[in-house]
Nanobody, 123 residues
Framework: VQLQASGGGLVQAGASLRLSCAAS????????MGWFRQAPGKEREFVAR????????KEADSVKGRFTISRDNAKNTVYLQMNSLEPDDTAVYYC?????????????????WGQGTQVTVSS
């Protein structure tokens, strides 16, 4: 299984970015996909998740209304649209996949992880 995250970058506060995560080696539509982030010196935290069919999704309170998760099962890809970015959003963003649950926001419940993409938001 491979998860390849892309789309990060350096932007100013208020800007938008769209992260993508292309998956291979798994039956993508049967996996809940999640986005997590980790800032320097902090623990990895949940950002958003979406079930295989797209019917169950959740965004963290800290990003609700600004970030949106979506997926295209025909392309084996999950996206994270990030609007109104803030300096506190600066982190390495990871995509992850789990077949264990539809509703987990806990990193240890995810089977597979991508390599991460850096998002830096300047003030």
């Amino acid at each position: 299984v491979q998860l390849q995250a892309s789309g990060g970058g350096l932007v100013q506060a208020g800007a938008s970015l769209r992260l993508s995560c292309a998956a291979s080696g798994l039956t993508f539509s049967t996996y809940t996909m999640g986005w997590f982030r980790q800032a320097p010196g902090k623990e990895r935290e949940f950002v958003a998740r979406m079930s295989g069919g797209g019917g169950v999704k959740k965004e963290a309170d800290s990003v609700k209304g600004r970030f949106t998760i979506s997926r295209d099962n025909a392309k084996n890809t999950v996206y994270l649209q990030m609007n109104s970015l803030e300096p506190d959003d600066t982190a390495v963003y990871y995509c992850a996949a789990t077949s264990r649950t539809l509703r987990s926001s806990t990193p240890c419940d995810y089977n597979f992880w991508g390599q991460g993409t850096q998002v830096t938001v300047s003030s």
